[in-house]
């Protein structure tokens, strides 16, 4: 018998799309979408499993922006492209997405090891989730 995790992981990754769904009707872009900032939820009187934590980089989802903030190892390649003056917002929730599912499904963060590489050369960093050195 596989465990529960096994069982709901999916049933995860689908709340997690209602709720960035839930966002974008509101007009915003959640912006640092991670497996840190994802709660479980103890009360399921709303019928969700999870909940989101830490808005503050979400910005409105209609207009460009020149933040690029965002963990590094959940980020899209714009947001390290120092050509790009201004990014699509909508189009970090998605990457960012893409990689809190394969975070959930695989247990494995997507692109820690360029991470690393990446922060030899910077003084400081935000940790990755699943990072060793977390």
């Known amino acids: 018998m596989r465990n529960h995790y096994e069982q709901v992981k999916y049933y995860l990754c689908a709340d997690i799309v209602l709720a960035m769904q839930a966002l974008l009707r509101q007009g915003l872009c959640f912006k640092d979408l991670k497996a840190d900032n994802v709660c479980v939820l103890s009360d399921n009187s709303s019928n969700a499993l999870l909940g989101l934590i830490d808005y503050g980089y979400c910005v409105p989802s209609i207009e460009v922006t020149r933040d690029k903030r965002g963990t590094p190892c959940y980020a899209p390649p714009e947001a390290f492209n120092s050509s790009l003056e201004t990014v699509d917002p909508t189009k970090f929730d998605i990457f960012m997405l893409g990689c809190l599912f394969t975070t ?3 247990k494995d963060t997507p692109f820690v090891y360029e991470w690393r ?18």
């Open 104 to 106: 959930i499904i695989f």
């Open 117 to 134: 590489e990446n922060r030899k050369n910077r003084k400081r960093a935000d940790p990755c989730v699943n990072d060793r050195y977390y």
